[in-house]
């Protein structure tokens, strides 16, 4: 299994306030990838990221950041979470010569009251 | 611009049944294809691809084919078990650098 973590597992947190995940890698991919996961949305993306420093938007990006200060590192923030955001998020991996074979995390259960 | 639909489900078999869900796409091009499969409590895992038409992707005795004039990647299976019970996207290459996915379909074995 491709060595992905994320962190928390599950968290609940109140409207309004700042919320960061965690993608955690060991395989020294380049390309990271955030989606949420929605009933009747399937996965969606919301940012991704090709290398240190170099991030770029999904389909559903407004609300939230990334940052990738380390090939391993890829966060994801809410700056003041909204109900909305409720969801569960996955973090993906992949690299040359595979790009199209994306490996995932376990997921975060995020649940925003 | 590029999509994916699936047939909706829940789809409920018994065991040992026979196995189709549809897949069609729209695409520029010719991208890869993909199913991916969520088991419970876990992240996507690739099930099979095919990279051109007429390939034929095959894993875990489930099999689909790249069909271009129909734009379709039916994913089938001969003989169900309990243990496939899950969640199975299909899936396209969009670009070189991501991919874009149905909204799911939840299959559930009965023994």
């Known amino acids: 299994d491709a060595g992905i973590t994320q962190s928390p597992r599950h968290k609940v947190t109140e409207t309004g306030t700042p919320v960061t995940l965690r993608c955690h890698q060991t395989e020294n991919h380049r390309y990271m990838y955030w989606y949420r996961q929605d009933p009747g949305h399937g996965l969606r993306l919301i940012h991704y990221?090709?290398?240190?420093?170099?991030?770029d938007k999904g389909e559903v990006s407004d609300g939230y950041s990334v940052s990738r200060s380390k090939t391993e590192d890829f966060l994801l923030t809410l700056e003041s979470a909204t109900s909305s955001q409720t969801s569960v998020y996955f973090c993906a991996i992949t690299d040359y010569p595979s790009y199209n074979e994306q490996f995932f995390g376990p997921g975060t259960r995020l649940t925003v009251l | 611009g590029n999509s994916v639909t699936q047939m909706e489900g829940p789809v409920t078999l018994s065991e040992e049944a026979f196995l189709t869900i549809n897949c069609t796409y729209t695409a520029t091009g010719y991208p890869s294809l993909f199913w991916y499969v969520q088991y419970p409590g876990e992240g996507l895992q690739l099930l099979l691809k095919?990279?051109?038409?007429?390939d034929k992707g095959s894993n875990k005795g489930f099999e689909a084919t790249y069909r271009k004039e129909t734009t379709s990647f039916h994913l089938e299976k001969g003989s169900v078990q309990v243990s496939d019970s899950a969640v199975y996207f299909c899936a396209l290459e969009h670009r070189d650098d991501k991919i874009i996915f149905g909204k799911g379909t939840r299959l559930h074995i009965l023994p």
């Open positions: 095919a990279t051109k038409a007429d």
């Open positions: 990221s090709y290398g240190v420093k170099d991030t």
